[in-house]
């Protein structure tokens, strides 16, 4: 494999002996050469967004049709490349990564090798600036300097550390009963919803797969085959020789950590909506000879329900008697996530059999009864007709000290594989004889262990089990097997365990090791707090977890690749084209509500906020505000009581219509977020994340700001936005800069923010005032002139003119102001302040090609024990449902079609060929003249810099504006928009 670059227009072409993979970037930079006034012109030309910075130009081709002579061969001289590992976006720059040195650890068969990762290096596409690395020759001293500005040396360095393995044999994401055996085609597996989870470089190569999978078959074997495409995976894998009945054998340990769970990877914490566990693990045990080959798999991870571990803060350093079990949803959210995670891995397996180790004591004690409520109902609720598999529970709980008695030897602890043995003869293994080339048994069921961390215990009881599944499969076909063997499989796991704890604490988060640190309580806090509401983006990570985000894809800043070749434009194009053929629509209803509490839980019936009109709704969306009283040590920290007090009321309010799921509650300060979605649509919602956004106190303090949830529901995007701007009548300034904050710094993962999803609502305490006297505005309330008391409203204006909340919409008003009341009363405020009554709570909505259908916009008079009044919305949103498997079919179609049409698909590239030559040659372009004060090289045709405003005619006839046209467009009026500057001077005079 060879490495080419041609140096303008920038383009890489990395080759085999037969083909080539060209790779380009639509707005390349030339920072080294062109550093004077030319660059600067060719940059005004080649202006583009951030999202043009993710573009990338993508076709394989016959190496032969290729003209390399203008191309300068940049393969390293010391290294070889391996590999082709992915695209890697980073701080507006785009990289390839290369495999460029490894090491031989396994070979699960003969034929088949895994490779430890050992050295890597990117190359950047879109700009020379970091082109010094191509010269081996390069100072050293000065290679080591630049490199600390170099962006991609921190995931670099991360690749290298030998944590990472893969193979050109096989997918390394795949288990061989999944991949096959026997076979020498390679079958790529890592794009499957259960496998995918293993790929360390799913980011980096995501689009790269889609644009495989749309080429031919003999084209996907070559990508597959010649390193153009790798795939790795993290974790451990070793060989070692031994025998079986006098014959050589090779008995290998693969263990994969699974990187899908939204939020932290490792570390003490639950899963996520997904049902992905953090430490979730799955090792593969195989025993190969010349004559069978026998395979195993065992999955371990933490508790699959929402928990966290919680530390009480104080003054002392944290102790492990202050560790305390929450649970920050509800029952039936966490049951959803339970099922979700069990229904996985039933279709991939069949069978499961949950051996919990959970311990019964302290605040493991309490996840593990909580762990058990969780299978009891999931065993007395489950389905007949959708779950076909067989589901079992066992609680062994093992000590540690007993663990280290026992020790990793070629013994078996009776009480332990006992209790395993009838599950380990029910679901079989995978037995492949190579004399018949056909499989003797296989696999059809899986050990999932529960675990508190999923690290020793996890790894103890896979050691026992695996060694019990080779013991009874060589029984019962009458072969003795050797201590030895036994002894050598002991060595495996438990250099397994070391290998794997070690990856698993050196990036686990840090309110994790709150115990072992000397941090203050604030800073305890905040880390909790980022951690518990950042599910998709994390950008407050140690270094260690930094670099894992990073090369996952998950900074704040990084945008995915986007992929363009003809076929990938061409085939995109006619699916949208025939949407309708794989696309269908439901109506989801949606109950928006927000509300002020001034502090307070109330006590009282609030059927007639939640039910205004009897009916119940498909989601239901809450935003409250000052759920707490915002004094100053709360508004630094939270209080979560009544947080919880108010999810537990409108839930059961809810329950007396229908049965509801808490699908996500968040807090921050006095600021709450509920989402409850009725369960029967449970199943179409999504990739939940949750971000968040202080503005109070400079960005410091809780007291005001946002929070937003970003889901799917089926294949449309909604993203739920709770927040509370900053009060006072003058302040409009102040509430434009919260929410230039809050749409600026709400981040979700791949970048995305809240404009960025099909529907958005909302809504919150937007403290935006009437701009008029109290007695004015009381008089026009008791009029009922909500028309014309909303000319005067701040937000209205703000909104008119396009400077805060751009593109939303908000329903009529046709309710009085909701604040201030004195509480407990339906008056307005009569204190000393006297405040003027405004409609300071609001709900906005905004959708794409009119997604959403509003359909009512009310306050509820009635609950009057808050200074405010809650304020609800109903909408209809139209949510789009893709039927996966026809619009694929209908993809192979359009391109089985497109190469009959067009013939092969390397005619596509003929552009490509020359592209020395028809590239624009920088040197040579012919520049505008420099810029005077008359005249400036970007306007075209000479025409002057000075612009000149022709003034109006004398005669008066010219039309200009009417000042006492309305404003409002919706009031009506005798009043021309035009008049003319004869009769603007008569109305003047």
């Not at 039933?346 to 409520?373: P, R, T």
């Not at 969780?374 to 779950?387: G, L, W």
């Not at 014309?788 to 046709?814: C, H, S, V, W």
Request: glycine letters at 6%; hydrophobic letters at 35%; proline letters at 3%.
């Amino acid at each position: 494999m060879r490495l080419y670059l041609n140096d303008k227009p920038r383009t890489f072409v990395l080759t085999t002996t037969t083909h080539a993979l060209i790779i380009r970037h639509p707005n390349p930079t030339y920072e080294h050469e062109h550093r004077g006034i030319r660059s600067r012109i060719l940059g005004h030309k080649r202006h583009h967004s951030e999202k043009d910075d993710c573009k990338v130009l993508v076709e394989f081709v016959l190496k032969d049709y290729i003209n390399l002579s203008s191309y300068r061969d940049v393969t390293p001289k010391r290294n070889k490349l391996l590999g082709f590992i992915g695209l890697l976006p980073l701080k507006g720059k785009v990289f390839l990564g290369f495999i460029t040195h490894h090491e031989h650890v396994a070979s699960p068969t003969l034929n088949d090798k895994v490779y430890r990762i050992t050295g890597t290096e990117f190359y950047c596409l879109n700009s020379d600036e970091y082109d010094y690395i191509f010269d081996r020759e390069y100072d050293e001293l000065r290679y080591q300097d630049e490199k600390i500005k170099y962006p991609g040396s921190s995931v670099r360095k991360l690749l290298s550390s030998g944590a990472f393995f893969y193979s050109r044999q096989f997918d390394i994401t795949s288990t061989i009963q999944e991949r096959g055996i026997g076979t020498s085609d390679f079958k790529l597996i890592a794009d499957a919803s259960y496998f995918r989870r293993f790929s360390w470089n799913m980011f980096m190569i995501e689009e790269l797969l889609e644009f495989r999978n749309r080429l031919t078959l003999s084209e996907q074997r070559l990508i597959d085959e010649t390193g153009f495409l790798i795939v790795i995976a993290r974790g451990y894998a070793k060989t070692v020789n031994t025998e079986v009945a006098g014959q050589d054998a090779l008995l290998t340990l693969i263990s994969k950590q699974s990187s899908a769970k939204e939020g932290p990877i490792f570390g003490d914490w639950g899963c996520d909506g997904n049902g992905c566990v953090a430490n979730y693990l799955e090792s593969e045990v195989i025993l190969y000879t010349e004559h069978f080959c026998l395979s195993y798999v065992i999955a371990r991870g933490n508790v699959p329900m929402y928990w966290e571990l919680e530390n009480k803060v104080s003054k002392n350093i944290i102790g492990a008697g202050n560790k305390k079990i929450v649970f920050p949803r509800s029952f039936e959210a966490s049951q959803e996530a339970f099922t979700r995670h069990i229904d996985r891995l039933a279709s991939q397996y069949g069978d499961v059999h949950v051996i919990n180790e959970l311990s019964d004591k302290s605040y493991k004690g309490v996840l593990n009864a909580s762990f058990e409520e969780q299978v009891k109902y999931f065993v007395a609720n489950r389905d007949p007709a959708t779950s076909d598999f067989k589901f079992q529970y066992t609680h062994l709980p093992i000590p540690s000290a007993r663990i280290k008695r026992i020790g990793y030897t070629s013994q078996n602890p009776s009480e332990v594989s006992s209790q395993v043995v009838n599950s380990v003869k029910d679901f079989g293994a995978l037995f492949y004889d190579d004399a018949t080339t056909s499989f003797v048994g296989k696999q059809l069921g899986v050990f999932r262990i529960n675990s508190f961390d999923s690290l020793n215990k996890a790894n103890f009881l896979s050691k026992v089990i695996s060694q019990e599944v080779i013991e009874l499969a060589f029984s019962e076909i009458g072969i003795h097997l050797d201590r030895e063997l036994f002894t050598s499989h002991a060595k495996l796991w438990k250099e397994n365990d070391i290998i794997i704890t070690q990856l698993t604490l050196n990036f686990v988060s840090y309110s994790d090791k709150l115990h072992t640190s000397t941090k203050s309580g604030a800073s305890s806090v905040k880390s909790h707090i980022t951690k518990k509401y950042l599910s998709g983006v994390v950008d407050n990570a140690k270094p260690n977890e930094l670099v894992l985000l990073k090369l996952l894809g998950r900074l704040q800043d990084q945008s995915p690749i986007t992929l363009h070749n003809p076929l990938h434009d061409y085939i995109d194009k006619e699916l949208a084209k025939r949407s309708k053929e794989f696309t269908s629509e439901s109506d989801v209803s949606v109950f928006a509500s927000t509300f002020n509490v001034n502090g307070t839980f109330y006590e009282g019936d609030i059927n007639e906020w939640i039910f205004p009109h009897g009916k119940s709704h498909d989601l239901v969306f809450i935003g409250l505000q000052e759920i707490v009283e915002l004094k100053p040590n709360q508004m630094m920290a939270s209080d979560f009581k009544n947080k919880t007090l108010w999810e537990r009321k409108i839930l059961g309010c809810l329950a007396q219509q229908d049965k509801y799921v808490v699908m996500w509650s968040g807090q921050l300060g006095g600021l709450l977020l509920l989402l409850f979605v009725r369960e029967s649509q449970v199943k179409h919602i999504s990739n939940i994340e949750i971000s968040f956004k202080k503005t109070g106190l400079g960005g410091m303090a809780a007291n005001k700001g946002g929070i937003a949830v970003s889901f799917k529901y089926s294949d449309t995007t909604m993203c739920f936005v709770s927040s509370h701007l900053a009060a006072g009548l003058s302040n409009t300034e102040e509430r434009h800069n919260n929410y230039k904050t809050l749409i600026k710094g709400i981040k979700f993962s791949k970048n995305r923010r809240i404009p960025n999803h099909d529907v958005v609502i909302w809504l919150g305490d937007f403290n935006f005032r009437i701009e008029l006297s109290n007695e004015e505005v009381k008089s026009m309330i008791h009029q009922k002139q909500y028309g014309k008391l909303y000319e005067r409203d701040q937000l209205n204006k703000q909104m008119a003119n396009g400077e805060t909340f751009p593109f939303f919409a908000e329903q009529e008003i046709r309710f009085p102001p909701t604040y201030k009341f004195d509480n407990g009363t339906r008056k307005y405020d009569s204190s000393e302040k006297q405040r003027v009554p405004a409609w300071t709570d609001r709900i906005l909505y905004m959708s794409r090609k009119n997604l959403i259908k509003p359909m009512d916009y009310e306050c509820i008079d009635n609950i009057v024990f808050s200074d405010h009044r809650a304020v609800y919305a109903i909408f209809q949103i139209t949510a789009k449902i893709v039927n996966q498997v026809i619009k694929k079919k209908l993809s192979n179609e359009l391109y089985e079609s497109y190469n009959l049409k067009d013939g092969e698909l390397q005619d596509l590239s003929a552009l490509t060929y020359d592209l020395g030559k028809k590239g624009s040659d920088y040197e040579n372009e012919k520049l505008p003249p420099p810029s005077s004060d008359k005249q400036k090289w970007w306007l075209d045709g000479g025409r002057p810099a000075k612009v000149t405003i022709p003034r109006l005619a004398e005669q008066g006839n010219d039309l200009v504006v009417n000042p006492w046209h309305p404003i409002n467009p919706f009031v009506a009026t005798s009043e021309p928009e035009f008049v003319s500057r004869k009769q603007l001077e008569t109305m003047l005079n």
